[in-house]
Each structure stands twice: as C-alpha cells, then as structure tokens.
C-alpha cells in the first residue's frame, strides 16, 4: 500500500535529513545565507518538520499541531540538538500516522484545500515526499556551500 512505500521514504528521509544537519562542522552556518542563497539549511529543516507535523500530524493525526509558516523561515540560530530532536519527534508521529489512513482515505480528496484547486489525498501525499526531496538537496548542496 502507498502509505507503507511513503512511510519508508519519508524514515529514510528524515533520517537523511539528521545526517546532513548532523554534518555541519560549524553548527552556525546552519543559518548563514549568502548573494542568491536566501534559504539557511536550519529554516528548510523547520520548514519539512512545519510540512510533515502538518499535512500528516495535524490533519490525520489529530497531534494539535499548529503551524506557524512563516517563523520556519524567519527564526534563527535554533540549536542544532533542538533541530535534531524535531526530526525524531516528526518521524515518531509519521510511524503513528501514516499506517491509520487507510484506501478510502487515500483515494478521496485531500481534507485541506492546500492549493487553489482540490486534489485526491494520494496525490498529495506523493506531492509531500517529492517536496522533502527537493529540500533535502538543497540543505546538503547548502552545507557543502557554506560549511
């Protein structure tokens, strides 16, 4: 089933995303931007943890999560342990999430207009993933820039 194959992927992600915020020699260049750089890897890290406790946490998982989107990109200087316990709380809640939506649940539109147009929640769920991945590589291209 799709939630199982997701489930996977988003484990093996997040822990990827622990590696490279891990990797950073210097824990403030985690924050630093630079010329056309406007993204810090420590405010896409926030910004995936934002996505995920979400589109997963709040919407399925009925976790009381409050996203507060634009502090993902305007704090600063979030220690490093503080980032890295946020991922092993994400991925926790994703392993208690995502196995309890079941077929139906996927195939129906997703509970949250996100976009200006509806979508099936399978669809947005792919949407999720594919967007994690885009990040992740900007945080590893970010750390082999700025570190």
Excluded at 44 to 65: A, D, E, K, M, R
Excluded at 86 to 91: A, H, L, N, V, Y
Excluded at 107 to 118: A, G, K, L, Q
Aim: charged share 25%.
């Amino acid at each position: 089933m799709l939630t199982e194959d997701l489930l996977k992927l988003f484990s093996r992600d997040l822990n990827r995303l622990k590696i490279e915020i891990a990797q950073y020699q210097d824990e403030a260049n985690l924050w630093k931007v630079d010329g056309r750089i406007s993204n810090s890897a420590g405010n896409l890290c926030l910004h995936l943890i934002g996505n995920l406790q979400t589109y997963f946490g709040s919407v399925y998982g009925n976790t009381g999560y409050v996203r507060f989107r634009d502090k993902e990109f305007s704090d600063k200087e979030v220690p490093r342990e503080k980032l890295l316990e946020m991922i092993d709380q994400t991925e926790l809640m994703m392993q208690q999430v995502l196995p309890t939506i079941s077929q139906e649940q996927l195939e129906e539109d997703y509970p949250m207009e996100v976009f200006d147009y509806s979508m099936k929640t399978a669809y947005y769920f792919v949407h999720l993933a594919v967007h994690f991945g885009y990040h992740l590589g900007q945080i590893n291209y970010h750390r082999r820039l700025m570190d």
